[in-house]
């Protein structure tokens, strides 16, 4: 799609955030996706990056946000500047800037940094947002799940938390994770007995090639 000037403008005009679009964002913003505000524009824009093995999944969340989108995925490669025969190989895209994305920048967003806020209770209620979040971040340790929320601060992950438990009834804790240049950092392990309801709350939401994630089979 190739749009620019007035024709941009009115296209933006006519856009509105579906509910499951929304519960994408939600979900994903509590995992790898990211938001900001490029250049000089006053509107924020919503960016997918994950890596090669996770093409299908960019393509997926591709095609529930494609009318935000004017460029599909593309793939990157990134070198190492210290190491120039390695590299990363990523898919991205972005979305355009508009103001119904720069009203969830100033929830998840505090001076240009991803925050949990106070009230997330009230937002991560979708078992679809759930599962998208665990796609993002989510690893299995045998029959446990973890979320790699280590970016969060120790209160910001005691308020996933307490929001698992309200709205999933999951039980889950804050572990330590790994310390680095002297920060301790933390993750959230959700109990086997929680990780076997969670498994059937996301489960039919999915992608086949994230079932991985998941300590337990599916049921078909």
Partial sequence: MFLRGKKLQE??????????QRELLIGSLLGDGSM???????NANFIVAHGEDQKEYVWWKYSLLKEWVLTPP????????????KSTISWRFLTLSHP?????????????RKIIPNDIEKLLISPFSLAVWIM????????????NTQNFSFREQERLCECLKKNFNL???INVHSVYNGKQFYRIRINTESTRKLCCLVQEYLLPSMYYKLPFPRND
């Fill in 11 to 20: 296209y933006k005009s006519k856009l509105v955030l579906s509910q499951r």
């Fill in 36 to 42: 900001r505000i490029p250049g000089h524009n006053r």
């Fill in 74 to 85: 593309k793939r990157s490669i990134r070198r190492y500047h210290k190491d120039k025969t």
């Fill in 100 to 112: 119904h994305l720069t009203e969830m920048y100033q929830v998840f967003y505090r001076d240009n």
């Fill in 136 to 147: 993002d971040d989510g690893s299995r340790n045998r029959e446990a799940l973890f979320l």
């Fill in 171 to 173: 039980d889950a804790t």
